[in-house]
T-cell receptor, first 117, second 109 residues
Framework: GAVVSQHPSRVICKSGTSVKIECRSL??????MFWYRQFPKQSLMLMAT?????????EQGVEKDKFLINHASLTLSTLTVTSAHPEDSSFYIC?????????????FGPGTRLTVT | DAKTTQPPSMDCAEGRAANLPCNHS???????VYWYRQIHSQGPQYIIH???NNETNEMASLIITEDRKSSTLILPHATLRDTAVYYC??????????FGQGTTLQVKP
């Protein structure tokens, strides 16, 4: 089945530093990847849609200059949290989907837990 | 994308069928019904999806009403490992999945 990986699985960083999270589709090509964040005891919130070779589309209220997304290849998207602050501490999850058909499922990565101290 | 309404929590006895309802009364003609689940501290897992016909796979069955305003996910023989938050989502061709609060299913021995 389709596998999506994320790296790192956990990261602790100091306030003011930047953190990069990688999302890879291991056995399929994904033109589109999605980034979510999830706070404790809450649901997933879609942050942005990442399209290979073009700029990401951000959801309302998500700062594009703070959450930089790069989708340079059909198997890799990265999310960089710039100048991280404690309120950015969260569970970040990516997903990827096969493309080329009208109906498709999304495959989710295992998530990255970010703690900003 | 249409919104969905699910009960916040449900219990099910191990080995019995778990029937999880979902209301999506504002669903559009081109929107599919998707079900995902999330086990604690993991990424969501795809379960099943459908447009208007009932669907079955190795994990579950999806029953969609004729008017498409509601659906039921059926786990035929629930196990303790099925304890999770189950999300019912309707989505069109944008591919965007907007997660609601889901149903926390607790399978009990």
């Amino acid at each position: 089945g389709a596998v999506v990986s994320q790296h790192p699985s956990r990261v602790i960083c100091k306030s003011g530093t930047s953190v990069k999270i990688e999302c890879r589709s291991l056995d399929f090509q994904a033109t589109t990847m999605f980034w979510y964040r999830q706070f404790p005891k809450q649901s997933l919130m879609l942050m942005a849609t990442s399209n290979e070779g073009s700029k990401a589309t951000y959801e309302q209220g998500v700062e594009k200059d703070k959450f930089l997304i790069n989708h340079a290849s059909l198997t890799l998207s990265t999310l960089t949290v710039t100048s991280a602050h404690p309120e950015d501490s969260s569970f970040y999850i990516c997903s990827a989907s096969h493309t080329g058909s009208e109906v498709y499922e999304q495959y989710f990565g295992p998530g990255t837990r970010l703690t900003v101290t | 994308d249409a919104k969905t309404t699910q009960p916040p929590s449900m219990d099910c006895a191990e080995g019995r069928a778990a029937n999880l309802p979902c209301n999506h009364s504002t669903i559009s003609g081109n929107e599919y019904v998707y079900w995902y689940r999330q086990i604690h501290s993991q990424g969501p897992q795809y379960i099943i999806h459908g447009l208007k016909n009932n669907e079955t796979n190795e994990m579950a069955s999806l029953i969609i009403t004729e008017d498409r305003k509601s659906s039921t996910l059926i786990l035929p023989h629930a196990t303790l490992r099925d304890t999770a938050v189950y999300y019912c989502i309707v989505s069109g061709n944008t591919g965007k999945l907007i997660f609601g609060q889901g149903t926390t299913l607790q399978v009990k021995p």
